[in-house]
């Protein structure tokens, strides 16, 4: 084991929160609504309802668009970060981080999406959030598409899967490089864009019960995204030419439950169909595997002229990426404990530790996939979540004492450490959830991965005040030392 823990001058040591699970103001300023403000607490919805929270269906979202209440839908008040930026940005900067991730609501810029000209008071809110972010030594790293879309897309276009919503995107896209080309020189297209195979809602707008071929529809606003994806890289380029653009991950590193083939394979074919994604994003082409999927489950991905040529030219600059958890794999599962608590479920590793919220801790894990991805694509890695989601509790005297948030930190930092030993490019990394924010599969308050204490509870009660916990001291000694 090293000892030596510096990095690279002008590592890049930050936080990362989304617009949709920080800002709230949902309805102000000319916001239109998106579909992150119909997501419901899951403590105010029934359990079977809860699974499909996800792939939501027709009438939920007639109700969570006729619903004003602001209680059942966390992410419509988010933690006021909308009006409070000032203060936390203040906070961050105390803290010493050098970048901060965070995304453009679409719906502040063009609420319903298909206008032709930009809602100016949605633009003017971001130049203030950039300026304030700048005037803290804080360099802006920003996500185009975080888990969220205007609702006028998804009922009047069928969110992604509509070819048409690329060039409206576009048009978002042209708008906010324009606009803040001075002030931002890192940006992401697409947060885990591989998330819309999981939720399809989330992700691209599509409500399964309107699609007789769900997975067909997923496919294809893929594509759609890749497409959309491609054109930011180019129009980064042509409009920010000092400015650098990369694709986002999901990282989901399996292990195989044995050494039996069965498993490795297993294995194999999952971290496989993970890197589809970057592959299509950095090597520009659909890889071989994928199309032997999609002949063998009879899908067809129209594409249109000059999309091969474009994807292959136009590929990221970075890959960004989440990591929070491995997972196993096997062939067979049955009778195996296996691991709830995920999206991703799968067999139960017997080696790691896990979260308040059942997620395998595994820091060598974060290791490895630097090493895969890094071997695979040779470019450079930010990774741009990673952090611990567990029930904090306030002493009396006001203080937050989080040594097990600290702890996370602390070893996954060290096996980042490892990576660039092994000789992985790595440009960052931003703590998810750097502040107290809505927890995105839950939509609950109780969720904590901040560095800051944000006192709201799940149902919207609370001062909202902020409050520094112990892991914000431990990470700010961290970030005067580069990390030593
Ligand atoms: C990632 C998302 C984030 C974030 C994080 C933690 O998938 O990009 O938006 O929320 O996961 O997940 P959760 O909030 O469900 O614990």
């Given at each position: ?43 105010n ?40 930026y ?10 010493g981080?050098?970048?901060l991730?965070?995304s453009?609501?679409w ?23 950039l ?22 897309l ?27 080309k001075?002030k ?12 819309i ?9 599509i409500?399964p019960d309107r699609?007789e ?8 606003a ?14 980064c ?22 050494c ?12 496989q ?5 970057t592959d299509?994003q ?5 890889p071989?595997?994928?199309?032997r999927?999609f ?20 590929t990221?600059?970075f ?90 930190l ?30 995105y ?7 904590r ?15 909202l005040?902020r ?10 000694n ?7």
């Open positions: 084991m090293t000892t030596t823990r510096t990095f690279p001058e002008g590592f890049l040591w930050g936080g990362a929160i989304a617009a949709n699970q920080a800002e709230g103001a949902w309805n102000v300023a000319g916001k239109g609504i998106s579909t992150a403000d119909t997501a419901m607490n899951k403590k919805i029934s359990k079977s309802d809860y699974k499909k929270q996800n792939a939501v269906s027709s009438e939920q979202l007639a109700a969570a668009l006729e619903d004003q209440s602001t209680v059942n839908y966390p992410k419509r008040r988010g933690i006021d970060f909308y009006h409070r000032p203060e936390d940005l203040a906070l961050m900067g105390e803290m981080i050098k970048t991730r965070t453009i609501a719906t502040r810029i063009f609420p319903n999406g298909n206008e032709t000209q930009p809602n100016e008071e949605g633009l003017l809110f971001y130049d203030r959030l300026d304030e972010m700048i005037k803290n030594g804080i360099e802006p790293l920003v996500t185009l598409s975080h888990y969220e879309m205007p609702m006028y998804v009922d009047h276009y069928g969110g992604w899967t509509s070819r048409e919503v690329v060039d409206i995107f576009v048009r978002f896209t042209t708008t906010v490089f324009n606009r803040y001075d931002v020189k890192y940006w992401i297209t697409f947060n885990e864009i591989d998330g195979v999981r939720h399809p809602f989330t992700n691209g707008g409500v699609f071929n769900v997975e067909q529809a997923v496919y294809q893929l594509h759609h995204q890749f497409i959309a994806s491609a054109y930011a890289v180019k129009l380029h042509e409009i920010i030419p000092d400015a650098q653009i990369g694709c986002m991950l999901t990282s989901l590193l399996h292990y195989p439950h044995t039996n083939p069965l498993d490795v394979l297993a294995a194999h074919k999952n971290n169909f993970n890197l589809f994604f299509v950095v090597r520009g082409t659909y071989g595997y994928i199309e999927y002949r063998e489950q009879g899908i067809t991905i129209e594409k249109a002229e000059g999309d091969s040529d474009l994807l292959k030219e136009y990221a600059d890959i960004s990426f989440s990591y929070y958890n491995s997972f196993v794999a096997s062939a067979d599962s049955e009778g195996l404990e296996t691991v709830s608590g995920n999206t991703m479920g799968g067999v139960k590793n017997p080696y790691l530790p896990v979260s308040d919220w059942g997620w395998q801790i595994d820091p060598i894990g974060l290791r490895l996939a630097l090493n895969h991805l890094y071997s695979r694509y040779q470019v450079p890695l930010f990774i741009v979540e990673n952090g611990l989601g567990a029930y904090d509790n306030v002493e009396e005297d006001g203080t937050i004492s989080d040594p097990y948030r600290i702890e996370y602390r070893s996954h930092i060290e096996q980042m450490h490892e990576a660039l030993l092994d000789g992985v490019e790595i440009m960052g990394y931003t703590v998810w959830g750097i502040i107290d924010l809505i927890s599969s839950s939509s609950e308050m109780e969720k991965y901040g560095l800051i204490h944000v006192d709201q509870d799940n149902d919207g009660n609370g001062t005040e409050r520094r916990k112990e892991s914000f001291f431990w990470y700010q961290l970030i005067s030392n580069n990390g030593l």
